[in-house]
């Protein structure tokens, strides 16, 4: 699926993949989340220079831009499973001239899998996941069975599956930077931030500085990652988003220590 390029505002261009409708909604909100509002530095979450940001669940790599030109000589590993994903980010790496971000082109989970299916809704690419059931079951239940299966088959959430790759974060870093501080860990997996985090050995919890998460409050989800990082001595802010539908809760979680 090739990636076409964009013109989004304030003159900044960018690529994303393919959206059937032609609307591009999503890249749009993604560019004002991320640099205009400036979502990710929020309660005292900051990016200095020389820092070392991990980007879970890149998309197209908006964050790991914005990241690298936030600060000076700023590196991001940004991870993103889905191959047209990885593509578009790829491309707007190029675009930008971003060659401190390093790509990984699989999942990450709390513990190594091959051919994991990953659900891709080409209209919504940002919600793309591998726990489909996450984004539709809540939307059955919004919208009754008859919009449902309009919206899945012809609609906004029609998806495509492929296989993925699902590696522990730990492993990548033993490999890639097994020592040095890690200043910034931004995780988006669309319902797996608590395996992402669950990924990750002890002696690596020791050098995260600051989280930032994206947690749709199902399954006790929201609870599972508050306690994981309070029981590492972060102190924990939880933002709901807002303008949210009835019955969906997705909160932004930015922990510091």
């Not at 999503?26 to 020389?50: A, K, W």
């Not at 919004?142 to 959430?157: I, K, P, Y």
């Not at 609870?223 to 809760?249: K, M, S």
């Amino acid at each position: 699926m090739a990636a076409v390029k964009l013109d989004l505002v304030d003159g900044f261009a960018c690529y994303a993949t393919v959206d059937p409708a032609g609307k591009y909604a999503e890249i749009n909100f993604i560019y004002d989340e991320v640099f205009t509002r400036r979502s990710y530095l929020r309660e005292g979450i900051d990016i200095p220079d020389r820092a070392l940001v991990v980007d879970v669940g890149a998309n197209v790599g908006l964050f790991s831009l914005f990241a690298s030109k936030e600060a000076a000589e700023v590196d991001v590993l940004a991870f993103e499973p889905h191959p047209a994903l990885v593509a578009a980010l790829r491309a707007n790496l190029e675009l930008h001239g971003a060659d401190r971000v390093r790509v990984f082109p699989s999942g990450l989970g709390e513990r190594a899998e091959a051919g994991v299916d990953f659900t891709f809704y080409p209209q919504l690419p940002g919600n793309s996941t591998r726990y489909r059931e996450l984004k539709e079951g809540p939307l059955l239940d919004l919208v009754g069975e008859r919009v449902f299966q309009e919206v899945t088959t012809t609609g906004a959430f029609r998806s495509e599956t492929v296989p993925v790759e699902i590696r522990r974060l730990s492993d990548v870093l033993a490999e890639v930077e097994p020592t040095r501080p890690i200043d910034l860990l931004k995780v988006d997996a669309e319902g797996a931030e608590v395996d992402v985090l669950r990924g990750l050995d002890e002696g690596d919890w020791a050098r995260i500085r600051q989280v930032v998460a994206e947690i749709q409050d199902t399954g006790g989800a929201l609870a599972a990652a508050e306690a994981l990082l309070g029981e590492r001595g972060f102190t924990v802010t939880a933002v709901l988003a807002d303008d949210l539908p009835d019955g969906i809760a997705i909160y932004t979680l930015y922990a510091s220590r």
